[in-house]
Structure formats: C-alpha cells, structure tokens
C-alpha cells in the first residue's frame, strides 16, 4: 500500500540544538501533517499543510517550530530551539484530498523518535 | 468545538473473547470518523471508517456502526486474537474541518 517514510526514526540531541525531521508524503497526496505522541498514548496534531502553506496549528505548535516543503521535496519539522517537553515521537502523515475533501483516510510514517536531553 | 472522547485507558481481555471500545464525539457538522491501530513501534494505520449514520462498516473482523443520534461510533469484535493487543484510536473529521482529531486512545491487551 501506500508508504509514507519518514528520517531520521531516531534522533537524540542536546537542548537547544536544532533538529529537522523529514518527511516523504505518499505520491500524488495533497495534504500534509505532523502529529506528536508521548509515550504511546495520545496523536496530538501539530500542524497541517496544503499547496505550500500552512493551514492550521495547534497551540503545541511553538513559535520554535517550523514546517516547509521546499519544490516537491521532503515535507519537513524544523525545532529550533529544542527544549526538554519537545521529546516525543513525531508521526508524519497524509492524505490524498481528492475533490478537495480534507475527509479521507491519513497514511502515517513510522515515527521519527526524538529525545532531547 | 469538536472532540472525541475514548473512556477506556486499558482494555484486558482473554482471547476468544468479545470485545466494544468506545469513542463518542462533539461536532456541529456532520462527522467522519476513523477508527485507526498502532501497534506496539508501528505506524497508526486505518481499521474502518464512516461518515452514513446507522449503516455498519467492518474490516478484518472488526466493525462499527456510526450513530449520530448518540454520536458514537463503538468498535466491536466478536473474537478477540493475541494479535489484536495493539493501541485503538478514534478519530474525527468534517468537511468544514482542517484535520483529524484524535482520541485518547484506548490500549487492547489481549491474553491467553
């Protein structure tokens, strides 16, 4: 089926380094996500993106963080500066939007773990 | 605004067993919900999906009804495998919305 990947799957860094975390969406999708989940326990949603901007983050989206995707490239969550509460896993996700329906099912990454120490 | 309520952290349950997760939801427009599984260092990935009221959906043994009356959209097996242990997420959307929102989540352990 369709694949989202996502680099690195993990990442530990000192606070207040920077990190990007990358994202290859599933070909020919529209919408792009970041979510975050701690611990295993609640996907939190972070920000979406469509047609090279953003179009809705939550209050977890810290001016620290940055989306972008440069040219059809990777989708990408920059942190900078990171702090202690940004460990997490952080799922990439997308979705189609066919007819412009932002109602179609997400396809998830793997996670891309990180931990800031 | 729009939520999504699972009431169960941890589910345990011998195999064989029957299973219902609950998931309820708030939204003034009309509802898409999902019902995703992660299991344990994997990618979330779709079990069922609905947006018709009263109309069952089912996916390898799983199945959900969506009820707009009540708002809910309870996930239900007959028979639950060891292969089934694995975190269950409801998640809702609408067309006026921008993304999904997810549930709690609820933990499925499934024993011997």
């Not at chain 1, 900078?80 to 189609?96: G, I, K, M, N």
């Amino acid at each position: 089926g369709p694949k989202v990947l996502q680099i690195p799957s993990h990442q530990i860094i000192d606070m207040g380094q920077m990190v990007t975390l990358n994202c290859d969406p599933v070909s020919n999708h529209l919408y792009f996500y970041w979510y975050k989940q701690i611990l295993g326990q609640q996907m939190e949603f972070l920000v979406n993106f469509y047609n090279g901007k953003v179009m809705e983050k939550s209050k977890l989206f810290k001016d620290q963080f940055s989306v972008e995707r440069p040219d059809g490239s990777y989708f990408t969550l920059k942190i900078q500066p990171t702090a202690l509460e940004d460990s997490a896993v952080y799922f990439c996700a997308s979705s189609s939007g066919l007819g412009g329906r932002i109602t179609g099912q997400l396809y998830f990454g793997e996670g891309s773990k990180l931990t800031v120490l | 605004g729009d939520s999504v309520t699972q009431t169960e952290g941890l589910v345990t349950l011998t195999k064989g067993l029957p299973v219902m997760l609950n998931c309820t939801y708030q939204t003034t427009y009309s509802p898409f919900l999902f019902w995703y599984v992660q299991h344990l260092n994997e990618a979330p990935k779709l079990l069922l999906k609905s947006s018709t009221d009263n109309k069952r959906t089912e996916h390898q043994g799983f199945y959900a009804t969506l009820h707009k009356s009540s708002s809910s959209f309870h996930l239900q097996k007959s028979s639950v495998q060891l292969s089934d242990s694995a975190l269950y997420f409801c998640a809702l959307t609408h067309n006026s919305g921008t993304y999904q929102r997810f549930g709690t989540g609820t933990k499925l352990q499934v024993v011997p």
